[in-house]
């Protein structure tokens, strides 16, 4: 482990900014060799600090070369400032109010962590969150400190005729060498992390949008030239998510311009920088033959996601990192509500909660566990995670459920309004909820502080004479690193009763008949009677899934079969088919485990069968019931993992199911494969789901037939959806044609860079022979960059997945992946840091790869680590 172990930084430090910078000026020439960076800081003592004596300390970067500092027009001789070791700018003395000039120089071209301001295939572009701005200039880099922004950029205006920041264009020249000068100007106050700028050469689109108070705004997005025919759905989808967000949240946008850039080398999804919102590529480009459904969908949410932190996230911010969840749960809540609100609510509800259960729920179970609100971190940019993000949404969600629609949106205008402009905690946003509603969520905010998954344990009593019904609860949330107690939550358990017939059942409860009704769970145990229940009814439990808990009840498989097909709650139907999956399907693993062979029973059989021959169905629905949980579900779930145990049951048992449904299958892929011009809309992305999981089940059957249907799919395909599901399936089911489809893939597609990402996840993803040659050849290939981050989460994805190679019982995977972490982190300690999941997870697998897993974190730590990899290396081995 490095020498200087980097410190951890708590909540319960946190002190206000000793200055505040009022307003910033800023200037940039832009050059290919070095940029010159000239800030203008109008600064003053803040009053409300009540220290009048501290010196000025400003965050700086080891990339950033200081040039020269003024007050005022007095410039610092080197006595009067030092940099620390912390790369900080310490100013002894200042007056109480002053201007700060400070030059610095960057090497954009060389910045490969691509935090600050970067290059990206011939642009400059930045990424300021959480703590990227540091890398650019001296400053306040903490989100509390918010200031008016100026902005000039200087460029050669041939190379780069595109000059974007933050705010208005104000002001537009040539300099005396006969270079760009453009100014823009932000009104709105705003933390360092939010700045932006871009210079390229890029193409644009351009559409307005009126506001609901009849104001227009301009619209554009940026590509570079190639992808500019890529770009039509995401101004769709921008203007959907402006006219939502006034529609359910009665928010306006406040500038006169909106503009999102494209751009190819960035280390996450999107970025919402005030009037300048940067992408991932990935995460915005889209044409039917290149982008299949999913990532349509994800596109309009992604968009969405960062348009909505205009109010939640800018107008309003985070006072402290610590509030991360504060502007990101509120954040993906809203972009889900969207996404639910204009596609199928049941389609995206299973789909958001099958993401939690998988990735969240095995974060919480492991060692870097941590509530939506974490005590303390070492490297911010660790917290970025499923927890903060969506299990931060759950928890809004449930204050959405228990104040219901209506007194959820009191709750957020009152928030939006009181807090408008200001920096603000998680505590804040709970307090708004509970001013505008009259209600006291004390409790419920342990949701904030306590890390964790509850478990929730339901047993039941049925009195025929009295008719009444009692459901006994139970909660406990097990121990996480730091936190060995846990008190009980606040856990809305939204339910039904379901009576033998599959009808709804009445009850009556607190004098009150109804058919649904949330129980709110606040103690360790507690039971609720329900009335006038006519029969033994079956317990429909968790609706929608309103809280992120693990419930168990202990139901009969018939039970679940009856909910499959009647449950009122199409979450419920699904997730009652999910459980008679991963009941068989813990069977099937154990007699892997141990030797026996293979139960040849599935009540999924029928119940699939069934769902297959109805046609009124909603066939997104449908595919999602027919889809078997995953590997990396079933993982979550295990005590001890054994993937390959898992894998070889989950293969068992589809390949059963193919057999005995073949012909259903090829019937339902028969009659669902018809041609139409393509469309992102719901009817057709329904029908190519159920067609592809139809063809998926009908090639594991093994029939001759469907390898010829899944090849023509392949090669006749007018859409990446169906084209790549065919090659998927190849992949997946191991056909000795996999290889010349992903060889005529690449062909077909080497010039689409996000295409070629596609192939490269399946080609890491094969069973092979060349073992992790075939990796190391992947990395090899001319389509592979190691400076950018799609190209190595593709491979990495496709490593991992690869049960076979990966979890090898001689650990040379894991091996594998711990050196090219401790090199890549010397380049992007972020992406670095995030590869490492997997191997987090070796105290829950089984001994045989525990031991060789942990001795691959092992030789990481013996390295010399930035922060980011060392705090989870280092929380891993504790
Ligand atoms: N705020 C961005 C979002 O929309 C995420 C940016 C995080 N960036 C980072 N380097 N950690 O969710
Ligand atoms: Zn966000």
Known sequence: MSENKPAAIYLKDYRVPDFLIDRTELVFDLDDSVTVVTSKLHMRRNPSAGRITTPLVLDGGEDVKLIGVAIDNYTLPAEE?????????????????????????????????????????????????????????????????????????????????????????????????????????????????LFALVAGNLQHISDTFTTS?????????????????????????????????????????????????????????????????????????????????????????????????????????????FQLSLKEGFTVFRDQSFSEDLHSETVKRVEDVSFLRTAQFAEDAGPMAHPIRPASYIEISNFYTLTVYEKGSEVVRMIHTLLGAEGFRKGSDLY?????????????????????????????????????????????????????YTLNFSQMTPATPGQPTKLPVVIPVKMGLIGQDGSSLRFNLAGETTTETVITLTQGEESVVFEQVAERPVPSLLRGFSAPVKLSYDYTTEQLALLLAHDSDGFNRWNSGQQIAVNELQALIAQVQSGESLNQESALVSGFSQLLADEQLDSAMVALILTLPSVAYLSELAEQIDPQAIKTARDHLKGQIAKALSESFASTYERLNVQEAYQPNEAQIARRALKNVALSYWVASGDEQAQQALVNQFRNADNMTDQYAALATAVDQDLEVADELLASFYEQWQQESLVVNKWLTLSASQTSAEGLGRIERLMQHPSFDLKNPNKLRAVFAGLTQNVTLFHDASGAGYRFLADQIAVLDKRNPQIASRLCTPLTRWRKMVPSLSDPMKSALQQLAAGDLSKDVYEVVSKSLA
């Open 81 to 193: 400032y030092h940099i620390n070791a912390e790369h900080q700018l310490v100013i002894t003395a200042t007056p109480d109010q002053f201007l700060l000039t400070v030059e610095t120089v960057i090497e954009p071209q060389n910045n490969t962590r691509l935090e600050g301001l970067y290059r990206s295939s011939g642009m400059f572009c930045t990424q300021c969150e959480a703590e990227g701005f540091r890398h650019i200039t001296y400053y306040l880099d903490r989100p509390d400190v918010m200031s008016i922004f100026t902005t000039t950029l200087i460029a050669d205006g041939e190379k780069y005729p595109t000059l974007l920041s933050n705010g208005n264009e104000v002001e537009r020249g040539v300099s005396d060498e006969g270079k760009t000068i453009v100014t823009w100007h932000d009104p709105h106050p705003k933390p360092a992390y």
């Open 213 to 321: 108070s009849g104001r227009d705004v301009t619209l554009k997005i940026f590509t570079e030239p190639h992808n500019i025919d890529k770009v039509d759905y995401a101004m769709g989808a921008l203007k959907r998510s402006m006219k939502w967000d006034e529609d359910v949240y009665g928010r306006e946008y406040d500038l006169d311009i909106f503009m999102i850039v494209a751009v190819d080398d960035f280390n996450m999804g999107a970025m919402e920088n005030k009037g300048l919102n940067i992408f991932n590529s990935s995460c915005l480009l889209a044409r039917p033959d290149t982008t299949t459904d999913d990532a349509y969908l994800r596109i309009e949410a992604i968009v969405a996601h960062e348009y909505f932190h205009n109010w939640s996230g800018n107008r309003v911010t985070c006072r402290d990192w």
């Open 416 to 468: 939006f309004s009181r807090h408008d402009g200001q920096a603000v905690t998680c505590d804040d946003f709970v307090k708004a909820m509970e001013d505008a509603n009259g209600v006291d969520l004390t409790q419920f905010k342990r949701w904030y502080s306590q890390a964790g998954t509850p478990r929730v344990q339901v047993t039941d009593e049925y009195d025929e004479q009295a008719q009444t």
